[in-house]
């Protein structure tokens, strides 16, 4: 990586703003889920946060595939086809209702965390990436397990 494009933790110039910004359709979708209780608009949201949790699983995925692209590696294979399943998690989640959509992407972005964390770990991703990776996997994961409580609370 170009020293001049880095920040002193190794990840380019607004990585970690953009990432935190990234949070913000999850939180803001949760948030009308939690405090608007008409229904129809509950579901708008639902709909909403699922859609960009696809979008978002489909993103990590891509990552992967960017990482494969660079130069040949052993591991390269492995990492072309777990990187598609995140967008299959994503997409069959948006086939159905919202509670098992919702537990599903959960899954999903724990899973692809946990694969990133103690299968690949610092030895293909930087650790800087794996720190920001951890704090938004977090961020999406309430997100998620708030909006799965929203019908109830």
């Known amino acids: 990586m170009n020293d001049a494009a880095s920040t002193r933790d190794g990840l380019p110039p607004w990585t970690m703003a953009l990432g935190l910004g990234g949070l913000i ?3 803001a979708c949760t948030a009308v889920m939690l405090a608007v209780p008409e229904a129809g608009t509950r579901d708008l949201a639902g709909r909403a946060l699922l859609g960009y949790g696809a979008v978002i699983l489909s993103f990590l995925g ?3 595939w960017g990482l494969v ?3 040949p590696t052993s591991r390269g294979a492995r990492m ?3 990187g598609v399943m995140p967008s299959l998690a994503g997409w ?3 086939l159905l209702p919202f509670e ?3 537990a599903i992407q959960v899954g999903a972005f724990g899973a692809f965390w946990l694969y990133e964390h103690r299968v690949l770990g610092p030895a293909v991703l930087p650790p800087a990436y794996l720190a920001l990776r951890r704090r938004l996997t977090l961020g999406v994961i309430a997100s998620l397990g708030l909006a799965l409580m929203a019908p109830s609370l």
């Open 62 to 64: 891509g990552v992967h």
């Open 92 to 94: 069959i989640a948006l």
């Open 80 to 82: 072309l086809v777990i």
């Open 69 to 71: 692209l660079q130069g």
């Open 25 to 27: 359709p999850f939180i």
């Open 100 to 102: 098992s959509a919702a």
